[in-house]
């Protein structure tokens, strides 16, 4: 089944050439069908871009979902057409009376400032503490990930000698956990950030479960045992040359990075980037959307609460 979008949005045509199916909003007015409802706090500069790639993953399963992208009122985006947030997104202000499925909070580029110093940081806080009771499970992404670990748990990030840039290979620390249904044992995931969560953060913190880790990329995947917070450390949905588009602006500024590990054949940014962690990211999103919502979200979107489900309503 599809994502339902609208169908002036530019992914659409990315998507379609892609044989991602995504069904127009009148279309799926006419399906007698309860779709999933997910909202996007898109809070990357580059937002045509990232939901091209987000809708990309949430398109490969049989659910439909309506999809409402949702943007930080206080802050004003440099890198995205007004004409395009006018025409496709919501304000948190605009959202906030209404209550969803599903919740992916997105990663933004501003690792390095003290959380504090965000300009949208209070309206960002506002919105995790509102997702409690009008979201029903909550995807937090990168820089997503550390700020709703410091907002709902003060679970502090630290600097990182040198940009963590690379696909890296993660072990599954609970082969049982639904969101790790059909991982491989060790499996590959781009990172690309200069801060970074500590394991020993996340175990020592009641009601968080670590769940994927990297010898070198440290901390990838943790969550509530409800299923309802997710926190992914890397970026799952990077397209195949994102590391490459990162690499080469950077070496255009002048700037010292170092090549992305494990990304390049032989490390050798000459050739062609090998993509290996497509299929574990389509499988991340599916499982998300299948075992954290579909099976246990409330039919009516009235009854979601910050109450965690009765032991009648586990699948």
Known sequence: MPVTIPSALPARRILESENVFVMTEGRAFHQDIRPLHIAIVNLMPTKMATETQLLRLLGNTPLQLEITLV??????????????????YLTFAEARERK????????????????????????????????????FSTMHVCWGAQAGLKHRYGIEKFPLAEKMFGVFPHRILDPRNRILSGFDAVFPAPHSRHTETRAADIEATPGLDLLAVSDEAGVYLAGTPDGRELYVTGHPEYEWDTLKREYDRDIGRGLDIAVPRHYYPDDDPTREPRVTWRSHAFLLYANWLNYCVYQRTPYDLGAISAEPPSAGDED
């Open 100 to 135: 969803y499925d599903g919740l992916i909070i997105t990663g933004a580029p501003i690792e390095t400032l003290p959380f504090e110093e965000v300009d949208y940081w209070p309206e960002l806080c506002r919105l995790i503490d509102w997702s409690r009771d009008h979201v």
């Open 71 to 88: 943007r930080m009122e206080s802050h004003d985006p440099r890198n995205t057409a007004a004409a395009h947030l006018d025409a496709f």
